[in-house]
């Protein structure tokens, strides 16, 4: 999993900002995802990717948008309509279906 | 979608004890199923994963049962070490969906 980065560690959103999360993957992985964590709770599904060019909304998909422009990279936006945005997000990527999925160190987002 | 419980939702165990943390799924096509360890701040990390070709799977002191016709399975940890202590998750279905996590504290 150490092929997956995400960046940046911590990131400040101020009322009204739309902020954009980073995650790249070099496992040459089909698939990736998005997971939101709250703190004591488990993950939630927001979006996923099986192919570059589409993807799918999760569980929790309001607030959120994606792009899959190149396999490699899946970033996440937080709009200004996702009300509570402060977690720790989780970007993962597998080779797609029933494979194992490998997690990124996670951003801690947090509202100013 | 697939629907994951998993209980207990924390845990506490002497170190050498053993420890059992069990899940339950809907999606009777659900055939692949991973556990996570996620120690505080980090990203979870897979610790073993079982499908549903298999009922049993062990890797040293950590092993995974599934039964597919009651829809559960199970992670045993046994001879459990103070750095076992974390919050574990188990996961179901090609989504991953996951289930709320078990907080496991062993007692030294």
């Known amino acids: 999993d150490g092929g997956i980065t995400q960046s940046p560690k911590y990131l400040f959103r101020k009322e009204g900002q739309n902020v954009t999360l980073s995650c790249e993957q070099n496992?040459?992985?089909?698939?990736m995802y998005w997971y939101r964590q709250d703190p004591g709770q488990g993950l939630r599904l927001i979006y996923y990717s099986q192919i570059v060019n589409d993807f799918q909304k999760g569980d929790i998909a309001e607030g959120y948008s994606v792009s899959r422009e190149k396999k490699e990279s899946f970033p996440l936006t937080v709009t200004s309509a996702q009300k509570n945005p402060t977690a720790f997000y989780l970007c993962?990527?597998?080779?797609?279906?029933?494979?194992?999925?490998?997690f990124g160190p996670g951003t801690r987002l947090l509202v100013l | 979608g697939e629907n994951v419980e998993q209980h207990p939702s924390t845990l506490s165990v002497q170190e050498g004890d053993s420890a059992v943390i069990k899940c339950t799924y809907s999606?009777?096509?659900?055939?692949?199923f991973p556990w996570y360890k996620q120690e505080l701040g980090k990203r979870p990390q897979l610790i073993i994963d079982i499908r549903s070709n298999v009922g049993e799977k062990k890797d040293q002191r950590i092993a995974v049962t599934l039964n597919k016709t009651a829809k559960h399975f199970s992670l045993h940890i046994t001879e459990t070490q103070p750095e076992d202590s974390a919050v574990y998750f188990c996961a179901a279905c090609e989504k991953l969906t996951f289930g709320t996590g078990t907080r496991l504290t062993i007692i030294p």
């Open positions: 993962a990527s597998n080779a797609g279906g029933r494979e194992t999925q490998y």
């Open positions: 496992l040459n992985h089909d698939a």
């Open positions: 999606d009777s096509a659900s055939n692949y």
